[in-house]
Each structure stands twice: as C-alpha cells, then as structure tokens.
C-alpha cells in the first residue's frame, strides 16, 4: 500500500525551474562530451525523483538547445552542405531526364556520380544520407521477444520503444551496462589510432562509405541511454581509419537529420497524458542553458580530440558505469529504489486522493 502511494506521490511532482536548469546543463555538458547525455539525464532524473512517464519527452526538447548548438559552431559547413543539396537535386534531375530521354551513353551528365570524384562538400553530404538512412533499424520490431512494455502500456518491439523504456523506467542498470560499452569503445578507438601512429601508419584519412554506414549503425544503438552517440560514432570512424577530427565533425554532422527527425517523429507521437505534464517554462529555460553549455562543449570536444585525450573520458565512462552498476545493485537488495526526498513530498504533493494517514505512513518509508 505505501508503495502505491508513493508512485501516486511522483506522479504529481512537478519540475521546477532549479531542476530544468540542471537538466540543461547536464544535457549541454554531456551531449557532445563522449559520456552520453541521455544517460546522464536519465540519472539526474532518477535521483531526483522525476524518473516518471515523460522524462523522455523532456529529453527530447533539450535536443533542440544541443542542435542548435551545432547549427551555431558549424554554421558555415551546414550552409555549403544545403547549398550543394540544391545544386545535387539539379543536377540529379538533368541526368535522370536526359538518361530517360537520350539513354544511357547518349548525353553528357552534369556531375559525376562516383563517390571518389565528388567535392568534398558533395560527398560529405552523400554520407550523411547514407548514414541517416540506418536510422531506418530503429524501427525494425525485434525486440518483442523481451516481453517488456513502457509506461503508458505498449510492448516494446523496436530500438525507439527499447530506448523510451530504460529512459522512463526506474532501473539504472541499462545506463550503467551502457557506460561501460561507452568507456571500451573510447579506450578502443583510442589505443587503435595510438597503435597505428606509433608503427607509422598514417593512413588514417576521409570518412568512407563503409565508414559511415557502421557509424550509421551505430548511431541507432546511442539511442538507448548510456551509450554516448558522439562517442560511439566517433570511435567506430577512428576504428575503421578515419582521420580523428574527420571522425568527430562527420559525427557532429550526421547527428542533425537524425536526431532532428527522430525527436520530432518522438513528439508528433506524444500522448495526450505526456502532453499533460509538459510545463513550457521550465522546458524552455531547459533549452535555452543546453543550447549554451553545449557550444562550449562542442569547443572543448574539438580540443580534446586535438589533443589526444579521449581515453580519459573512456575511464570516467567506466568508472561511473561501474558505479551506477553498483547503486542499481544497492537500490534493488534493499528495495529502496527511486525514493522521493520527504521534503519535496510535503511541498509538491497536490493529489487530494491521498489521505493524510498514508501520507504520514510514506513519509516514515521514504525516512
């Protein structure tokens, strides 16, 4: 019965501005910094006791502040990349209409359509399109055999549906699973680039197309919380011989159609009981400190990368992965889980369905 009651208790705590600005931040912070964002928010949720349907959607806007974040710092690239978009469509439909009109061998293309002879801008854009096309395994319903559903009911089948689940529910050992994947991958990639530079192997060049179909791939699995999506793509370029700082800015890249894509398809689905405990303010001022922070995080990736310092960002993944493994252990022995601080139960309860006895009687749980 007091279990009950304090489930009844999170469901009306509301986020406050404090919180939002922290959620932010953290989000700003982490989501270019190879430690995983959502698996970082997701923890701030959970230990501040807003690990409730919904926490998801609030995710989902704070991408918004990232994304703009990137729009800003990669402005000039972005623009050139729609500019030969244009020019790619133009050209795409005179060789279409004369191969449809002429034949093939019987007029002359405007543009070659062979990777190795693209510009730069034309093939980088190319990439991306193949990469965001894996985006498509995030929809592939495989996951049913798990028996799981989210909170609102649903049965978990797809990479989207296994993603809102560990995001929403109140288990933290995905992220720490997810961290540790996160830290191996860096300490990888890390030691592979070191290894090749030290025999003399500088081949290390452009991003190929095999390069960015596993990135591709493996910007599907950074869906799930934990598992950082700059992280693990820029690990799999580095692995595969992608000049580091390649990798990165075609990770910075490739992550816009995709994360935009994915977080408004993730809205336009929202249920009406999301939409209920959506707050504007606190989700906008969530945004605007993400927005922000992540400008300077995108700066500070960049030198690190430089500098050759990933591997320290592989051991904090680690060690906290190892950590949160640890107090999800704690959390599910002594089966005291996401408990809701008892202070923030007396200021923030509104439900006039509890009475005042279970009140007091969950109060004395949560003490």
Request: charged residues 15%.
């Amino acid at each position: 019965m007091h279990g009950s009651v304090q489930i009844q208790f999170k469901e009306y705590i509301h986020m406050n501005i404090w919180e939002a600005i922290l959620q932010g931040i953290v989000q700003g912070f982490t989501e270019f910094l190879p430690v995983s964002s959502s698996g970082h928010v997701s923890l701030v949720q959970h230990f501040l006791g807003k690990n409730i349907e919904g926490a998801q959607a609030f995710t989902l806007f704070l991408h918004f502040g990232t994304l703009a974040a990137v729009f800003v710092v990669y402005r000039q690239i972005i623009w050139d990349l729609i500019v030969e978009l244009c020019a790619t469509i133009k050209d795409g439909a005179h060789d279409l209409w004369g191969l449809i009109r002429y034949g093939k061998g019987k007029f002359k293309p405007n543009a070659s359509w062979k990777l190795t002879e693209m510009n730069e801008t034309r093939r980088m854009g190319m990439l991306i399109i193949v990469s965001c096309m894996c985006a498509i395994l995030l929809f592939v319903p495989v996951f049913g055999f798990l028996g799981l559903t989210t909170a609102s009911g649903e049965e978990v089948k797809t990479m989207t549906d296994l993603s809102q689940y560990t995001s929403e529910d109140s288990d933290i050992i995905v992220e720490g699973l997810c961290l540790l994947v996160t830290g191996f991958l860096l300490l990888y990639a890390t030691n592979a680039a070191n290894r090749r530079r030290s025999t003399g192997d500088i081949t290390d060049g452009e991003v190929t197309l095999k390069t960015a179909i596993i990135m591709g791939i493996g910007q599907c699995f950074a869906t799930l919380p934990g598992l950082s999506r700059s992280g693990t793509t820029t690990s799999l370029g580095m692995i595969h011989r992608a000049d580091k700082n390649k990798a990165l800015q075609f990770s910075f890249i490739m992550g816009i159609p995709a994360v935009l894509a994915g977080n408004v398809l993730e809205i336009a689905t929202m249920t009406d009981e999301q939409w209920d405990k959506f707050e504007v303010l606190p989700v906008l001022i969530g945004v605007i400190f993400a927005a922000v922070v992540g400008i300077l995080s995108i700066f500070g990736l960049r030198w690190i990368v430089s500098n050759n310092k990933l591997n320290y960002f592989g051991y904090y993944c680690l060690a906290m992965g190892a950590l949160v493994i640890i107090i999800a252990i704690i959390e599910k022995t002594t089966g005291c889980g996401n408990a809701v601080p008892a202070a923030e139960l007396l200021g923030e309860v509104t439900s006039t369905d509890v009475s005042a006895a279970d009140l007091v009687a969950s109060l004395a749980d949560v003490a």
